[in-house]
């Protein structure tokens, strides 16, 4: 489970992005693939972020985006949470048409 606090500072913090006019996408990414012990363990927690993180997001109108994130191995990490050169290469194009989608499905 996410730590109460965590996501109530989280929910705080978008809520004060909104009242002072700043927009975010609130973009998912996982830890390295070693630090889940099984697929379902990972599945649990994408579910989480989805149910919580991403329904917190949208109740303050900021998009959410999430990526093939199985297509990042733990090779592409050099610890457990930050990417490494070969891994911010194959995410740097997930998320640019991940944000591309967004801007070009926008209201005009």
Known sequence: DFDPVIVR????????????????IVNELEE???V?????RRQRFRDKMQS????????HGYPYVTTDLDSLESKDYFDYNHLNSEGIA???PMLAKAIADIWQSRPR
């Open 32 to 34: 390295t693939p070693y």
């Open 52 to 59: 919580e993180i991403a329904s917190i997001a949208r109740k």
């Open 36 to 40: 889940y012990p099984s697929k379902a």
């Open 90 to 92: 194959k995410y740097s």
């Open 9 to 24: 500072l989280f929910d705080e913090g978008l809520q004060t992005l909104r009242k002072y006019g700043v927009d975010v």
